[in-house]
């Protein structure tokens, strides 16, 4: 059993998904589990939010409401039960743990539904020294060129707009 300081953060894509993890969770025998989503009033997310970082409540379902900004002192563990749309969320979501030199652990789902993310994921863990899973890449590690607005290759429009000035537009 884990020590009764530590709590555990599990992130959900969806409001539903977060909503059906805690009922899950409370079946299995965690009363205690709560979810904070955007289906819920303002002052039921302060509420369950402050539950959690008080340690009032140790098991906390979320969405990404909950990846930016929240600074729990305890919370040891962050599950990504569903991984996110975009590799930025995911460090967001991690950074919730071991935070100010606490040691902090994370647990991701990734699946095959997620291996257009697989070379982002694995370039994010190997910048950070992190081991990047064999089961990971064997998604394969390559990442796609980034589009511009017009779904060129940024390169190709940044070498077109060479030479080219600003032209300023005003409007009466």
């Known amino acids: 059993m884990p020590d009764a300081r530590f709590q555990v953060l599990i ?3 969806y409001k ?6 805690q009922d899950q969770l409370r079946r299995r025998g965690y009363p205690g589990a709560t979810a904070i989503h955007g289906d ?5 997310r302060t509420e369950v939010l402050e539950n959690f970082k008080s340690g009032k409540c140790k098991l906390m379902i979320a969405t990404d409401v909950a990846a930016r900004g929240l ?6 563990y962050v599950i990504n039960y569903t991984f996110p749309l975009t ?3 995911y460090v967001h979501r991690v950074g919730r743990t071991g935070r100010a030199g606490k040691k902090g652990t994370s647990f991701t789902f990734f699946t095959q539904d997620d291996k257009g993310l697989a070379g982002e994921l694995g370039n994010v863990l190997r910048e950070a020294g992190a081991n990047v899973p064999e089961a990971l890449m064997n998604f394969g590690q390559g990442t796609k060129r980034k589009k511009d607005a017009y779904g060129g290759n940024m ?6 707009m060479k030479g080219m000035k600003a032209t300023r537009i005003t409007f009466d």
Not at 71 to 76: Q, T
Not at 155 to 160: H, L, M, P, V, Y
């Open 87 to 89: 590799v930025e969320d």
């Open 71 to 76: 600074d729990v002192p305890e919370l040891n």
């Open 11 to 13: 992130f959900a894509l």
């Open 16 to 21: 539903k998904e977060a909503a059906r993890i």
């Open 155 to 160: 390169s190709a429009t940044q070498e077109a």
């Open 40 to 44: 819920l009033s303002q002052d039921k």
